[in-house]
């Protein structure tokens, strides 16, 4: 299958590619805004199949593509924050790169990069596919322009119901190449880990469900291979893992040192209480996670400490 993909210098794309590459079932073309740093990361990758990189300046309708899978985004929260109202254009821009492609080409396949955000809401119950989007409409605040621009673009998908648009909502994902200074709690859990420093928590309840990349991959393999049509999946691993859960783990498999703070001590950043999916319409093609949430951290976790350098110290 030819397959272009938008956004290859994301840390989800990066691991998608690896997985096509070993299987080498696909040729691939990869656009970047800097194709520069997609030949440097693939100098270090093993592979046999060298796919095509290129800038997105140079995507056209007069390419023949089997499918386009779009990774436009911001992958870092810190990112998505400061970015603001800005990710609304970036997302409304590529995701109209691929619908402009798909008008002379309706027999292309689209997979869109969503995300468990599109919900909006603080996630006191987990959501289903029965679940409503909550929308602050009247005075939107930086953290809320990422979910909006998600929602946006997947209700824009819903209106073309005769093209095969398939929109994938991430919720938690994790891998070895995950980005260890990002503001996400598990690269928290590591730093602490290979710092050997007291990591303190918050006291609040969290649940959250990590996707490993192989499960990705294999969600990613039945879309391209499922009947063609118009629709959303929720993605989620065998099984979510609580903070405490988390936590407990990551103590007693790799030494994780923690303490929580005082109730005025840390700042409540995330109040997304129940962040993972419950509906499993994934199944209906075939998809069956391999690894729960504690069996993939504990496999990416493992690879990423393992080859850090002894005395290094993260910032």
């Known amino acids: ?9 994301s840390q989800i794309a990066k691991d998608l590619i690896k997985c096509f590459l070993e299987k080498n079932d696909h040729d691939l073309t990869l656009f970047a805004r800097r194709p520069d740093a997609v030949e440097h990361w693939l100098s270090s990758v ?11 300046d140079h995507f056209s309708t007069e390419k023949t593509f089997d499918a386009i899978i779009n990774f436009v985004g911001a992958g870092n929260p810190a990112t998505a924050l400061a970015m603001g109202r800005k990710i609304f254009e970036t997302t409304r821009q590529f995701d109209q790169i691929a619908l402009d492609y798909l008008a002379s080409h309706t027999d292309c396949r689209y997979i869109f990069l969503s995300s468990g955000a599109t919900y909006g809401s603080s996630f006191l119950v987990p959501p289903n596919m029965h679940t409503h989007a909550t929308v602050e409409i009247n005075q939107p605040q930086p953290a809320d322009w990422y979910g909006i621009s998600k929602l946006c673009t997947e209700l824009n998908h819903r209106s073309l119901d005769h093209l095969g648009i398939v929109d994938v909502r991430i919720f938690s994902y994790f891998s070895r190449s995950q980005d260890l200074g990002a503001q996400f709690f598990i690269s928290e859990i590591l730093r602490a880990i290979h710092n050997r420093s007291t ?9 959250r469900d990590y996707l490993h990349p192989v499960d990705f991959h294999q969600l990613i393999e039945k879309v391209l291979a499922s009947p063609f049509e118009n629709r959303v999946l929720d993605c989620y691993s065998r099984a979510p893992v609580s903070k405490k859960a988390l936590l407990q783990f990551m103590s007693e498999n790799f030494g994780l040192v923690y303490k929580e703070a005082k109730k005025n001590g840390l700042p409540k950043i995330n109040t997304k ?17 391999l690894y ?16 850090l350098p002894k005395q290094h110290f993260l910032e």
């Open 1 to 9: 299958m030819r397959i272009a993909i938008l956004g290859a210098t």
């Open 46 to 56: 093993d592979h046999s199949n060298r796919p095509v990189i290129s800038n997105f």
């Open 199 to 207: 990591l303190e928590v918050s006291s609040d309840h969290i649940v």
């Open 273 to 289: 209480v129940n962040y993972y999916p419950t509906g499993k319409q994934a199944s209906s093609i075939g998809y069956a996670p």
């Open 292 to 307: 729960s949430s504690l069996e993939g951290i504990e496999i990416e976790a493992r690879a990423i400490l393992d080859s």
